[in-house]
């Protein structure tokens, strides 16, 4: 019953703030009247059970005249949200400066000593953190959450020096582009040969029809053969390129030189890769 009635005095001294101050008050009405404003912003608020704005309007009213009754109100206030800590932090300062008696008094300290009561229980069944698995350096389950990317490798029993140092030293990229163009150039080559060819057949046929057609075949072919050589010489010098670059950057070393030459009946590379 004594509980009860000290709870009941509690919701009293807050429906009573929005009343005129009197002497020794201890929840009197600041004397600022912007002040009073946030103050009963803050208790229409509370009323309403929207006591998250209610902390705004309390707060800004606190920061205008800190008088005891905004601490007392967001204690109230917070409480009703459940976080204690900050709840008990607003009592205590309401505590030191308003300076309560009698019953008031006595059920600040009531709320206070369910409100530590709370937090201790609430720390003893919180649950422990999964064991730090054999040979670790006990770090925390958060703090191996949240270690760089280097660090978990090697909690796992996996460097970083071992991972690069397995990695394959082949580039499949620039290999595939140098390949590619030396076929290219290879194709090149043996079209400007057929059209060596066609010329050589040109200059030794009689019928003048006949001898004109074949020129116009070899120039033909000579022209498609140099688009394709000069197709194979850019691949084959993107693939060179890529592989001294990947070289470098890998630390293997790789020796890459390429001549590559285009004559009017053939095309020729010569390298070593």
Known sequence: MHTVLRWLVAAACLLLLGGVATAGNPLARPANREACEHLDRGNNLYHTRDFEEAIVEYKAGALIQPAPVFDFNLAQAYRQLGKYKEAIWHYERFLN???PEGDLLDTVNELLKEMRAELTNRAQTMPPNDAA?????????????HAPPQAESRRLGVSSEATTASAPGIDWVGWSLTGTGVAAMGAAGAVLLSAS??????????????RNQLHEQSRTRSTVGAVIGIGGIGLTAAGVLKLVFYARETGHSTAASLDIGITGNSAFVVGTF
């Not at 054999?134 to 925390?140: E, L, Q, V």
């Not at 010329?199 to 003048?208: K, V």
């Open 197 to 210: 060819h066609l010329s050589d057949q040109a200059n030794t046929e009689p019928d003048m029809r006949r």
């Open 133 to 145: 698995p054999p040979g670790s350096d006990g770090a925390t389950a958060s703090q191996a959450m």
């Open 97 to 99: 400066h308003g300076h």
